[in-house]
């Protein structure tokens, strides 16, 4: 099965500023990867599939890259409604695999 | 609009079954499959199993193997996930989803549209 791991764990940040996660499958998944976001309470929302597409409705604000094993999930100028775990997830192979979740405050 | 609707929270002993349902509407039921989730408190998403909408084929994860049954009702278009033999740490919340897979019959493994999730508690 393939490992998902991303960094940081948790992180807070101030409204307005860039915040940043990094995702790493233990092997090339191309760019078979999406991003999820979860409010406390609440399903997980897709945000950005195949590594750097924004799924229709998401703000701009935020956006993805990356291929093969090393991927990164940006907010720009960061909201308070963002406050969330964010997910990362692997497609290219079964089963499925999450990363174990990125919780971001906000200061 | 497209959702998927679960049944209700459910109170299980160890050792018992539990059948979870997942109502769809607002697309047509058979050209997507569907996945089951599930989340145990204050911890991360891991897939169950995925079944096909138009033909009932299953891939279910190793650990669930032999555990866990996905069906399909299309008159109602309605999916269901029954897990048996139940243990406390199977205590979590259980969430069907829409594979986006355009192909029909197959399987991708991403998910664009969540139930809102059911919360199966399972003690003694």
């Known amino acids: 099965d393939i490992q998902m791991t991303q960094s940081p764990s948790s992180l807070s940040a101030s409204v307005g500023d860039r915040v940043t996660i990094t995702c790493q499958a233990s092997?090339?998944?191309?760019?078979?990867l999406n991003w999820y976001q979860q409010k406390p309470g609440k399903a997980p929302k897709l945000l950005i599939y195949?590594?750097?597409n924004l799924e229709t409705g998401v703000p701009s604000r935020f956006s993805g890259s990356g291929s093969g094993t090393d991927f990164t999930f940006t907010i720009n100028s960061l909201q308070p409604e963002d406050i969330a775990t964010y997910y990362c997830?692997?497609?290219?192979?079964?089963?499925?695999?999450f990363g174990q979740g990125t919780r971001l405050e906000v200061k | 609009q497209v959702q998927l609707v679960q049944s209700e929270a459910e109170v299980k002993k160890p050792g018992a079954s539990v059948k979870v349902s997942c109502k769809a509407s607002?697309?047509?039921?058979?050209?997507?499959?569907i996945s089951w989730v599930r989340q145990a408190p204050g911890q991360g998403l891991e897939w169950m199993g995925w079944?096909?909408?138009?033909?009932?084929?299953?891939k279910y994860a190793q650990k669930f193997q032999g555990r866990v049954t996905l069906t399909t009702d299309t008159s109602t278009s309605t999916a269901y996930m029954e897990l048996r033999s139940l243990r406390s740490d199977d205590t979590a919340v259980y969430y069907c989803?829409?594979?986006?897979?355009?192909?029909?019959?197959?399987?991708?493994?991403?998910?664009?549209?969540w139930g809102l999730g059911t919360v199966v508690t399972v003690s003694s």
């Open positions: 997830q692997q497609y290219d192979n079964l089963p499925p695999s």
């Open positions: 092997q090339d998944i191309s760019n078979f």
């Open positions: 195949d590594a750097s």
């Open positions: 607002g697309y047509t039921f058979t050209h997507y499959g």
């Open positions: 989803a829409r594979d986006i897979s355009p192909i029909v019959g197959t399987i991708i493994g991403a998910f664009d549209i």
């Open positions: 079944i096909s909408a138009n033909n009932g084929n299953t």
